[in-house]
């Protein structure tokens, strides 16, 4: 699928049907995950996939984003320990985040070439999640993403390219 | 007969949404506090109804929560206006419940 369809196809997905999505699908989502860029190369991101209908009932529980009963999900987590001895408090408290989000657009957009949906969920609660999952102390959740067979693909939120894009500086139009 | 070891699992995960909701709240968006209240509606209405408990008026309110509720996601004028449709049928269905 050519880059920019996929870009510009995916939908968040908030509706999904029951079926469920197999080991070797949410490997492949896992792959391109771990190819996402990483400030300094880091690569602390660590992904723990659940498919257990009763642990995704917890999960759901202190999720309150996780939406339309999916049944998959990829919560991706930090080592911030060791974000904070590769790339210092830069690296903890910043870097760390983007990061994760870089991992997330990787699933989202593999997942959606797959015939998938997905959808990314920052409203859940972290230390819950971390006890539902046995996370160490060090591991922290900063994105949940839902995954399964869409239901019903919302339509496109209209972009507003003149509020959004400057050239040169901001406030410049176009230099054509 | 209802299982009641199913419907009280049904209403721990709703209230357990909902608190999880309360304290998240506090840093989220504030449009995300209407829309946990109505899917919260619906989501009570979805369990009253596999324990028998149902009516037309709260089953189609329940169908339009569903039908509107990602509103939320679009302009903060269209998110308003399903909320006030929802006010009005649920003001229009006051004396239709059964009897």
Redesign the interface.
């Known amino acids: 699928m050519d880059v920019m369809a996929a870009i510009k196809g995916r939908r968040?997905v908030?509706k999904f049907t029951g079926q469920p999505v197999g080991k070797e699908a949410l490997l492949k989502l896992l792959d391109a995950a771990v190819w996402a860029p990483s400030g300094g190369n880091a690569q602390t991101w660590r992904f723990v996939v659940v498919t257990d209908p009763e642990r995704m009932?917890r999960l759901?529980?202190?999720?309150?984003g996780l939406?339309g009963r999916p049944p998959a999900a990829i919560v991706i987590a930090q080592d911030l320990a060791l974000a904070e001895r590769k790339g210092g408090k830069m690296g903890k408290e910043s870097l760390a985040k983007m990061d994760s989000a870089m991992a997330a657009q990787n699933i989202l957009l593999a997942a959606y070439e797959m015939g998938l949906g997905t959808c990314v969920v920052a409203?859940?609660?972290p230390g819950?999640v971390g006890r539902i999952l046995k996370l160490p102390d060090h591991i922290l959740p900063q994105l949940i993403v839902s995954v399964g067979h869409p239901a019903a693909n919302?339509p496109p939120?209209p972009r507003k390219f003149e509020e959004l894009i400057w050239w040169e500086t901001y406030g410049g139009q176009d230099c054509s | 007969m209802v299982d009641r070891i199913v419907l009280e699992k049904e209403i721990f995960e709703l209230v357990s949404y909902i608190i999880v909701s309360a304290r998240n709240l506090l840093e989220e968006p504030a449009r995300y506090g209407p829309f946990r209240l109505v899917e919260s509606a619906s989501w009570l209405i979805r369990i009253l109804e596999g324990a028998g408990v149902a009516s037309d008026r709260l089953s189609s309110i329940r169908a339009m929560i569903e039908e509107g509720k990602h509103t939320v996601m679009s302009t903060e004028e269209e998110f308003k206006d399903f909320l006030e449709s929802l006010v009005l049928t649920q003001v229009n269905n006051i004396d239709s419940g059964p009897s």
């Open positions: 968040s908030r009932r759901r529980m202190v999720s309150p939406l409203s859940f609660h819950a919302p939120p």
